[in-house]
């Protein structure tokens, strides 16, 4: 059982390249979310999913898009990567239960030059 | 807008000594999280909190929630070295697991 898990751990992006950041879970969880977590700000949603199918913006989620095609997978786009894009990205996952823990991947740290 | 509260932002301890981490937050909510992170690592989850009036304690750390005040706190007991961490309180948006509002964490340093 790995739980939620992201790929890659370290990423160094040009501005203006694109790319996908993986995200992972075995629990069977209905939820998934993506935040970011810069210095000194806590984390903020970017988007999430309520399931299969199922997307929805949160806080921050200019410049990233998100598919949920299964309830295992959950990947992040980043469309056009932006020096403001330099971050790091937790991919999490919960049961609709209340009272579920909301379980965090180890994280993606992405630098945008 | 929901807005959560974390104070102290930086708490430095000495061993042995208690404290207590308060959280606040702007809008009703049903349920309360607290975090732990080391740095470099992810968030692992300490408590939950679903009911005004709610204690929950592990080892050390002991939080509460009061929904009428909308405060939550982290109690730290006769603290230890290992316990130097950023904690993070997060408040659940619209009766959901996958709407979290976090606070900015406090640092917490635990001296000898």
């Known amino acids: 059982n790995a739980g939620v898990t992201q790929t890659p751990k370290f990423q160094v992006l040009k501005t203006g390249q694109s790319m996908t950041l993986q995200c992972a879970q075995d629990?069977?969880?209905?939820?998934m979310s993506w935040y970011r977590q810069d210095p000194g700000m806590g984390l903020r949603l970017i988007h999430y999913?309520?399931?299969?199918?199922?997307?929805d913006q949160g806080e921050v989620p200019n410049g990233y898009n998100v598919s949920r095609s299964t309830t295992e997978d959950f990947p992040l786009r980043l469309l056009s990567a932006a020096p403001s894009q330099t971050s790091v990205y937790f991919c999490?996952?919960?049961?609709?239960?209340?009272?579920?823990?909301?379980?965090f991947g180890q994280g993606t740290r992405l630098t945008v030059v | 807008e929901l807005k959560v509260e974390q104070n102290p932002l930086f708490l430095s301890m000495q061993e042995g000594k208690n404290y207590t981490i308060y959280c606040n937050y702007s809008?009703?909510?049903?349920?309360l999280y607290w975090y732990r992170q080391d740095p470099g690592k992810s968030l692992e989850s300490l408590f939950v909190?679903?009911?005004?009036?709610a204690v929950k304690q592990e080892g050390r750390l002991m939080a509460s929630l009061d929904t009428k005040a909308r405060l939550s706190t982290l109690h730290i007991t006769a603290a230890v070295h290992d316990l130097s961490a950023t904690y993070f309180c997060?408040?659940?948006?619209?009766?959901?697991?996958?709407?979290?509002?976090f606070g900015k964490g406090t640092l917490l340093t635990v001296n000898p």
């Open positions: 999490a996952s919960s049961g609709s239960e209340v009272g579920s823990f909301v379980f």
């Open positions: 629990m069977n969880h209905e939820y």
């Open positions: 999913s309520v399931g299969a199918g199922i997307t």
């Open positions: 809008t009703t909510s049903d349920r």
């Open positions: 909190l679903l009911s005004n009036g």
């Open positions: 997060a408040v659940n948006s619209g009766g959901s697991n996958y709407k979290l509002t």
